[in-house]
């Protein structure tokens, strides 16, 4: 029997989508993974993921295992699938924060247990939960409203696009060139249900948009590009005039941890429009919601 795994938001469909943020809003949930674990793998140290994760398995009566990189040697002490197949000997779910997006790939494929991608160079489905469901509650649903990107098209808005896409939201993306959605990003969105609109211009983006996002310059492992991506994404930092081209009511998100005075000024991230925190506590309600249903109905 195949497993669900979630890989990146589009292994969900639209309803399994707004299904998992419906269980998100569950603050009382069965214990689920009563007498049960959940094995989180980071290649990659993180303090949201893991924290949220942990709480979220707590929540649903389980045991969360966190397990560094070195631990398991992933294709040094052991192989990706042999790890796997022991972690999946001891645990419900197995998750992984990992450099490479195909490792949880061929962690996947084992397919004993179900595997979670709590983030890989390509995706950040758990990131996309999360600004989805702080979204909805932020504005009273998705459909309609207009979500604007505004740098880096990296690994968590690629994953936020999707979700947009898959909850009838209008996609809008500002990168300089050569740092914008790929190709193939373009139609795995089309296929996802949105147009999605690509310009170098950020107020292009940031024009009457519902939402405004962006996320740092300068990624975990990308140090030694630094200095060039600072001089690059300088016209992109999102400020109180970019801000004042939304919509009335616009918000304004981040996966954090933030730059200030590099992706966003101070006035944005700590002002009125900002909701930078809740979109934090909500990567915990996300992941209950998520692990219900791969626990429960997805199962």
């Not at 292994?11 to 689920?32: F, G, I, M, Q, W």
């Not at 893991?50 to 649903?60: D, G, I």
């Not at 996802?192 to 609109?197: F, I, K, V």
Request: proline share 4%.
């Amino acid at each position: 029997m195949s497993r669900r795994h979630l890989l990146d938001v589009d292994d969900l469909s639209p309803a399994e989508l707004a299904r998992v943020l419906d269980l998100a809003e569950v603050t009382a949930p069965a214990k689920l993974l009563d007498g049960q674990g959940v094995a989180m793998v980071f290649e990659k140290p993180s303090a949201r993921t893991r924290h949220s994760m942990e709480m979220a398995v707590v929540q649903l009566g389980g045991h969360p295992a966190y397990i560094t990189g070195v631990e398991v040697g992933l294709d040094d002490r052991e192989s990706v699938e042999d790890v796997t197949r022991t972690l999946a000997g001891y645990y419900a779910i197995v998750g992984a924060r990992v450099f490479d997006h195909g490792t949880v790939e061929r962690m996947a494929r084992v397919d004993w247990v179900p595997v979670v991608n709590l983030l890989s160079d390509r995706a950040h489905p758990m990131q996309a939960l999360a600004d989805l469901f702080t979204i909805r509650q932020q504005l009273g649903g998705l459909g309609g409203r207009t979500i604007a990107w505004i740098g880096d098209a990296n690994n968590v808005c690629r994953s936020l696009c999707l979700g947009a896409a898959l909850s009838g939201m209008k996609v809008r993306v500002a990168s300089p060139t050569g740092f914008g959605l790929s190709d193939a990003d373009l139609v795995r969105i089309r296929r996802a249900g949105a147009e999605p609109y690509q310009t170098t211009e950020p107020g292009e983006a940031a024009d009457g948009a519902d939402v405004v996002c962006t996320d740092v310059w300068v990624s975990m492992g990308q140090e030694a590009e630094t200095a060039r991506r600072r001089h690059v994404f300088a016209p992109y930092q999102v400020t109180a005039e970019l801000m004042d081209r939304a919509a009335p009511g616009a918000v304004f998100l981040h996966c954090l941890p933030a730059r200030r005075g590099e992706e966003v000024t101070a006035e944005v991230l700590e002002g009125p429009r900002s909701r930078v925190w809740e979109q934090a506590r909500n990567r915990m309600h996300a992941a209950r919601g998520l692990l219900t249903f791969l626990v429960g109905e997805g199962s």
